[in-house]
């Protein structure tokens, strides 16, 4: 590069000085977008729906007994009880339950699909420490039956992660769990992407097994902030270029990098952060990379140790995401505790959230959420089903920048909503009905209603 | 023990590591006996040395009695198909002994067993009292013997050795799944010529000394005899005829594991009187068991299969056993099939002696808060051998290290 340096020079003053002296005229911006594969979801057509006389849990820490849910154009029009409608399709809810749509913040559903197969081993771009620049909504197979099979558990939307062998492994995309033959289908609309971080053991494992850096969690760190550092460059040169713009110069675009394009998306506060990181020692100090870099460190997901920070990631408003007990597969997960989500949830303005990375917990993310609230009870804690539902919908939703949208049952709020045939936070409690957008996706008693993909559809 | 309670002798002569097991009484309970007495209310079981010696005897003798307030009382659950004790940290290389390279259908992992393991006392909490551990072996498509642990947590846990051969077919990421079938029907066959020679050689007094065979003949002899299960890991329908076959030609004591697509030949299954290890929540399709679902417990049972339960994915999740028989019942299968399913058919399919409440039987119990399968119940107390264990694990002192407050560093809190 060394030799075209003086060129560059000269390029960059003559563009300084013809700016200077012909301010009025100005080249087309230069402006991309930041879309470029947009949601095409359509909500499947619905009628008007009143859930009558069920146990509803709003997702927002209500329980109503004896209550109706009233949906209508897609949207929740009122919870409340002894609720009319005409034209209303009745559901009889006695002696059943009814929650929000279930989210789970982390699957890998349609990236690592079913059946497992190399050719369909799309989730993990493991080729280098930072691939920011993939998206996995490029990898997603929407003809995964576990899509299916997640509904059938009460799932209306999820994220789908990139694998955690990078320190940055690319971006999340969340999905409405509605079958559709593109990916874009089933996108949500206007939900902020994410980006996938990972801490410890995986990186220093992957990379460091190839002598490649990060051999090491200190390793790790250097690779973050070097990313971050080279980012925040990236971030200025456009923001100058924007500037100038604005003040009616004609510079010269810096020149476009779609890694650095995710990273600047997280600095700009449009991405979120996703960080697969187990350890109190290394989520404390990811909540520091984030301060020294001015970004939000996100959520924390694969959260083993969260309950040795709890009063940390309160302070500092992250979201942790977990699994009830699942441990014991690696040195990072040997500190698992069963009341985790509930030591967590304890602090004031906490956000604890319970998450599957399984094809096979997704479909009882309820089951999950109980565990957690019996054994919390079971240890001086005093936990209700209308409190434990947040940690898989509305917690949920705020991980994930779409509580304004979906998460709970509010007036105005996406129509997702899951009819138990009881307490959810039983063995035995199964959806029976799962609606989307105010639209049935799920009836377990209706065939009609139970999707089939392409790679089921005709297998003897 | 009640023989030997005055001699102090006797206790000093009794294995080191086991406690002394006085005898208990527990009274007005809901004994679920997983035999044809069914569920018994009200009723008393009295244990001691180790095994039940009465249920509802007329007087109630016993060092000690309690009153279960009506609650459950279930054998101990039996885990299988895992490798508790043999691995305490999956990705840690030198916390594992489950496998190894050379490792053949000789191969016994008991030797490396580690009663010590956190697992084992975190997977009490589950109420499993005994496990029946298979290592992953090497190369060999037999991946070597099964041993039977009790959940102790003490240095006399291995309960028996060499307790069935284990065997995965199937699916190959190099290779064909023809050539492994091929290899055993071959190794089959041999044996069985082999020791026919042998006894026509014996017959004609041809040789002074008939030649021992190996060690791995003698398994290979022992399974042909029918005198040891083989426990054949298998999905695709084909794989499991295929080896219901050879059950019949060589007379196998055959149970299979995983199992898939058995929904798809449920009936000879049936026939074949072949028991299946399956796990309850696996029903994501691969090209090898596209029919599973959640109701392949429900089927195969309908279709009058013997079936027993295990947990699917890590060892660490043993305990989550009875919540898989949970979503098992939520899916079809009555609460008495589940029960059995995780205890007497775990057992039968590994010819142990356990997993029921009768006289004479193993005191393996465990006394349940509430319905054993359901998430919001606990295990109140249970016993193994007669001796009672609590369910106390690393977990629960990590909780309360960061639950109880203190000005000093959590370090000294202990």
């Not at chain 1, 409405?176 to 990972?198: C, D, I, W």
């Not at chain 1, 410890?200 to 490649?212: F, T």
């Not at chain 2, 191969?107 to 290592?135: E, W």
């Amino acid at each position: 590069m060394q030799k075209f340096i003086p060129t560059l020079l000269v390029a960059a003053i003559s563009v300084s000085l013809s700016a200077c002296m012909q301010s009025e005229k100005q080249d087309e911006k230069v402006v991309f977008n930041k879309n470029p594969y947009p949601s095409t979801y359509q909500a499947i057509p619905s009628k008007t729906v009143l859930i009558k006389n069920a146990t509803v849990l709003t997702g927002a820490g209500e329980r109503i007994d004896n209550a109706d849910v009233l949906m209508s154009n897609g949207k929740i029009e009122q919870v409340g009880q002894n609720l009319s409608a005409e034209n209303a399709m009745e559901v009889d809810g006695s002696g059943k339950w009814v929650t929000p749509g279930v989210i789970d913040v982390h699957s890998h559903l349609g990236v690592y699909p079913s059946p497992s197969a190399e050719s369909h081993s799309d989730g993990n771009e493991a080729t280098q420490p930072n691939t920011s620049e993939v998206w996995a909504e490029h990898s997603v197979w929407p003809q995964d039956p576990g899509f299916q099979a997640a509904r059938a558990g009460g799932i209306t939307t999820l994220q789908i992660l990139p694998g955690s062998a990078n320190l940055f492994g690319g971006r999340g995309v969340t999905l409405r769990n509605v079958p559709s033959h593109t990916m874009q289908g089933m996108k949500f609309p206007e939900a902020p992407y994410g980006l996938k971080m990972a801490c410890g053991e995986n990186p220093k494992r992957v990379y460091g097994s190839r002598k490649v850096s990060p051999a090491t969690r200190m390793g790790n760190m250097a690779g973050y902030r070097m990313a971050w550092s080279e980012a925040t460059e990236y971030k200025r040169a456009w923001d100058k270029y924007e500037a100038d713009y604005a003040a009616g110069k004609n510079p010269e675009a810096p020149k476009r990098d779609i890694e650095l394009d995710t990273l600047k998306g997280v600095l700009d506060g449009d991405i979120l952060i996703h960080n697969h990181c187990y350890k109190a020692e290394e989520m404390a100090m990811m909540i520091d990379l984030g301060k020294e870099f001015n970004y939000h460190s996100g959520t924390f997901h694969h959260a083993i140790e969260a309950y040795k920070i709890a009063d940390i990631l309160a302070e500092n408003g992250n979201c942790a995401a977990m699994w009830p007990d699942w441990w014991g597969f690696k040195m990072e997960a040997y500190d698992m505790v069963q009341e985790n989500v509930a030591i967590v949830d304890a602090k004031a303005n906490s956000c604890a959230v319970v998450h599957s990375d399984s094809g096979t917990t997704i479909q009882r993310l309820n089951q999950e959420a109980g565990k957690v609230m019996y054994r919390a009870n079971e240890n001086g804690f005093d936990i209700k089903p209308e409190h434990a539902i947040t940690w898989i919908t509305l917690n949920s939703a705020k991980s994930l920048g779409i509580a304004d949208k979906t998460g709970s049952l509010e007036k105005g709020k996406n129509a997702d909503v899951v009819l138990w045939n009881q307490n959810p936070f039983s063995v035995y409690a199964q959806a029976e009905q799962v609606f989307v957008d105010g639209a049935k996706v799920y009836d377990r008693f209706d065939e009609k209603y139970q999707a089939k993909s392409d790679f089921m559809l005709g297998q003897k | 023990m009640k023989l030997f309670k005055s001699s102090l002798i006797a206790l000093a002569l009794a294995s080191a590591s086991s406690v002394y097991a006085e005898s208990i009484a527990i009274t007005n309970a809901t004994v679920h006996t997983v035999t044809e007495q069914g569920t018994l209310t009200n009723a008393t079981v009295v244990m001691d040395n180790g095994v039940i010696t009465a249920i509802n005897p007329k007087t109630v003798t016993a060092d000690s009695t309690i009153d279960a307030q009506g609650k459950i009382l279930t054998p101990g659950l039996i885990g299988s198909m895992n490798t508790l004790g043999l691995v305490e940290v999956s990705a840690v290389s030198r916390t594992r002994d489950a496998s190894d390279k050379k490792a053949d259908i000789t191969f016994d992992a008991s030797t490396a067993f580690n009663p010590k393991s956190a697992a084992i006392a975190y997977s009490r909490k589950g109420g499993i009292t005994s496990n029946i551990v298979t290592p992953r072996g090497g190369e060999s498509m037999f991946k070597g013997q099964a041993f039977i642990a009790d959940l102790s947590g003490e240095f006399d846990s291995i309960v028996e050795t060499n307790s069935a051969v284990l065997l995965n077919v199937g699916s190959k990421s190099k290779g064909s799944r023809a050539l492994a079938l091929q290899n055993l029907r071959n190794k089959l066959e041999d044996a069985k010529s082999a020791l026919a020679k042998a006894k026509s050689e014996a017959k004609a007094d041809k040789k002074k000394d008939a030649k021992e065979p190996k060690r791995d003949e003698k398994i290979i002899n022992a399974l042909l005899a029918g005198e040891k299960p083989l426990i054949a890991k298998a999905d695709r329908a084909t794989d499991i005829l295929a080896l219901i076959k050879l059950k019949q030609e060589f007379g196998l004591d055959l149970v299979i594991a995983d199992a898939g697509d058995a929904v798809s030949v449920a009936k000879q299954i049936a026939e074949a009187k072949v028991p299946v290890i399956i796990a309850t929540i696996d029903n994501l399709p691969s090209f090898d068991a596209l029919h599973q679902s959640l109701k392949s417990a429900t089927v195969l049972m309908d279709a009058g299969v013997t079936v027993a339960f295990k947990v699917n994915g890590d060892t660490h999740n043993l305990y989550q056993l009875r919540y898989d028989a949970g979503v098992a019942i939520a899916n079809g299968v009555s609460k008495e099939q589940a029960l059995a399913a995780v205890t007497a058919n775990v057992a039968d399919a590994f010819n142990y002696d356990a997993g029921r409440i009768a006289v004479g039987k193993k005191a393996d119990l465990v006394l349940w808060s509430a319905d054993p399968f359901e998430l919001s119940s606990r295990v109140e107390k249970m016993w193994i051998d007669g001796v009672e264990h609590d369910t106390q694990s690393r977990q629960d002192a990590l909780r309360d290290r960061y639950i109880t407050e203190s000005d000093m560093p959590r370090a000294y809190t202990k």
